[in-house]
């Protein structure tokens, strides 16, 4: 059964700074791996996804990398600012049509 | 493009009452997917429609949810009856499927209340 992990849980950073988040998966069988995100009390938006055959997907200051042997991929966010707040959700799919999501990031952004 | 929507957004009910969540995928996409999403489990994936048909009910919780897709423009999700622990952020999400990789476009949810 894929299970998704997700470090940290929380994250706070001052604006401007650069930051990495994980995301963890232990069935490397996979299709592709997609990163989410979600704004309290709304819905997911797609940020980015990266096919199984890829290493990585760019999109702004946003870089999603794939290593699937190993069973990880991290979301770089460049220049980080207060409008990044939410949390960040990466989900896999592995079998059929299903996605298994991560445990998700919260990140908070100070001013 | 409206993107998914979802009906209500918002249902407060009584333990014992029927609910029923209705939600439109993008208009073309063939896969339509059900997601519970609560503060324990995170998302969960309930079932989910190819082409109108259910391919996977094995995440519904118990007999009590049920799930239809008449049409490729409409879809339901009820529970009954409803209880207290079925208090949940409800999500659909469809996607276009033309092979093993494609992308799933959430909508922006229910949020189920049972007293």
């Known amino acids: 059964k894929q299970e998704v992990t997700q470090i940290p849980a929380a994250l706070s950073v001052p604006e401007g700074e650069n930051l990495v988040l994980n995301c963890s998966f232990t069935d490397s069988a996979i299709y592709n791996l997609q990163w989410f995100r979600q704004d309290p009390g709304k819905g997911l938006t797609s940020l980015l996804l990266?096919?199984?055959?890829?290493r990585e997907q760019t999109s702004g200051r946003l870089n999603a990398s794939l290593d699937k042997s190993s069973g990880r991929s991290t979301l770089y966010i460049a220049a980080s600012q207060p409008g990044d707040s939410a949390t960040y959700l990466c989900?896999?799919?592995?079998?059929?049509?299903?996605?298994?999501f991560g445990t998700g990031t919260r990140l908070a952004v100070r001013p | 493009d409206a993107g998914v929507i979802q009906s209500p957004r918002h249902e407060v009910t009584e333990m014992g009452q029927e609910v029923t969540l209705r939600c439109k995928p993008i208009?073309?996409?063939?896969?339509l997917f059900w997601y519970r999403q609560t503060m324990m489990r995170g998302l969960e994936l309930l079932i989910y429609?190819?082409?109108?048909?259910?391919?996977?009910d094995s995440g519904m919780p118990e007999d009590r949810f049920s799930a239809k897709m008449p049409n490729a423009s409409f879809s339901t999700l009820k529970i009954q009856p409803s209880e207290p622990r079925d208090s949940a952020v409800y999500f659909c999400?469809?996607?276009?499927?033309?092979?093993?990789?494609?992308?799933?476009?959430f909508g922006p949810g229910t949020r189920l209340t049972v007293t």
């Open positions: 208009s073309g996409h063939n896969s």
């Open positions: 999400a469809s996607s276009l499927q033309r092979g093993p990789s494609y992308e799933q476009y």
């Open positions: 990266i096919q199984s055959s890829q």
């Open positions: 989900a896999v799919k592995s079998s059929g049509d299903k996605l298994t």
């Open positions: 429609f190819n082409n109108n048909v259910p391919i996977d």
